[in-house]
């Protein structure tokens, strides 16, 4: 029998990851964009010194990563609210 929280919360964790996950991609474009135009403009891919360098770009480099993290963290989350006897079982071992 399911707790009525227990199915909010993974209500609210599934879509807290499907929000992140759009965020992600949202950054993800933008990144590949940047480096497309600074290959064709250089003819050759940036390095990590000029995407860190590249002023308003360093700011979604870090949005990506945080929101990569999140990503991570929420999968996790969601799936051990959809499978609670796997870790059980992990755990008496």
């Not at 992600?24 to 290959?39: A, G, N, P, V």
């Not at 929101?67 to 059980?88: D, T």
Request: charged letters at 40%; one cysteine or more; a positive charge.
């Amino acid at each position: 029998m399911f707790n009525l929280t227990c199915v909010n919360l993974r209500e609210e964790l599934e879509k807290a990851l499907k929000q992140v996950r759009e965020d992600k991609r949202k950054f993800r474009s933008i990144l590949r964009r940047f480096e497309t135009d600074f290959q064709e403009a250089k003819g050759r891919p940036p390095l990590k010194e000029e995407k860190y360098a590249a002023g308003d770009i360093e700011g979604v480099y870090g949005r990506y990563k945080h929101a990569r993290s999140i990503v991570r963290l929420l999968e996790v989350l969601v799936n051990k609210k959809k499978y609670p006897q796997l870790l059980q079982d992990q755990s008496e071992d």
